[in-house]
């Protein structure tokens, strides 16, 4: 009788140890489900300003709505506590209305929004942003024929687009490699980058 109460007693406990570990497991498990395995995932917060240079340039002559441009992330600012991505993360836009200048009394126009952060592994973040409008200027000629020499240099880049290039007039709205894009983050995006301090 005694050796079976032990046996009793060695089967309580190796089944309370299975038990146990298996409740540990589970927990594990679902912590590594509902929050990601190496850590919580980090927000970047709505009303985050992203400042983004375009890699190539974007004229109203040649750009149609829903092409996607490629840009990268020249700064960020949010509000403390809230993630950002890092700077030179490559990001992506969409055209969302292009309009070719008319002459003088109707200059050409591009409206372009951000739509993804690439992360460390090269996956597409899906964002949304507020849109920005540039249009091309006729009041300033000088401008305009410095924008159409900048566009003229990069189509003799390397990078330069496989449709036709229209040579832009002063009245297109042009968006060269050195032009500062501001976007608006609108809703809360899982990045997994630096916080700001």
């Known amino acids: 009788m005694g050796t079976t109460i032990e046996r009793l007693k060695a089967r309580?406990?190796?089944?309370?140890?299975?038990?146990?570990?298996?409740?540990?497991?589970?927990s594990f498990g679902l912590r590594t489900l509902w929050l990601g395995f190496y850590s919580p995932a980090e927000f970047m917060s709505p009303g985050t300003v992203l400042s983004v240079?375009?890699?190539?340039?974007?004229?109203?002559?040649?750009?149609?709505?829903?092409d996607v441009f490629e840009a990268r992330v020249v700064s960020a600012r949010a509000v403390k506590g809230s993630a950002v991505p890092s700077l030179g993360v490559q990001a992506e836009g969409r055209c969302l209305a292009v309009r070719r200048g008319a002459g003088d009394d109707r200059p050409g126009y591009l409206r372009l929004a951000l739509t993804g952060l690439r992360d460390s592994e090269g996956r597409l973040v899906q964002i949304q942003s507020s849109a920005i409008s540039q249009w091309g200027s006729t009041e300033f000629p000088t401008l305009a024929l410095?924008?159409?020499?900048?566009?003229?240099?990069?189509?003799?880049?390397?990078?330069?687009?496989?449709?036709?290039?229209?040579?832009?007039?002063?009245?297109?709205?042009?968006?060269?490699p050195g032009t500062t894009l501001n976007f608006v983050v609108l809703?809360?995006?899982?990045?997994?980058t630096r916080r700001v301090p």
């Open 187 to 192: 809703d809360p995006v899982a990045v997994g």
């Open 53 to 66: 240079r375009v890699d190539e340039t974007l004229t109203s002559s040649n750009a149609i709505p829903g």
């Open 146 to 176: 410095a924008l159409r020499a900048a566009v003229e240099a990069d189509r003799r880049s390397t990078r330069a687009k496989p449709r036709e290039q229209l040579s832009p007039t002063p009245e297109e709205a042009v968006v060269t």
């Open 12 to 26: 309580k406990w190796l089944w309370g140890s299975v038990l146990g570990l298996s409740a540990i497991g589970l």
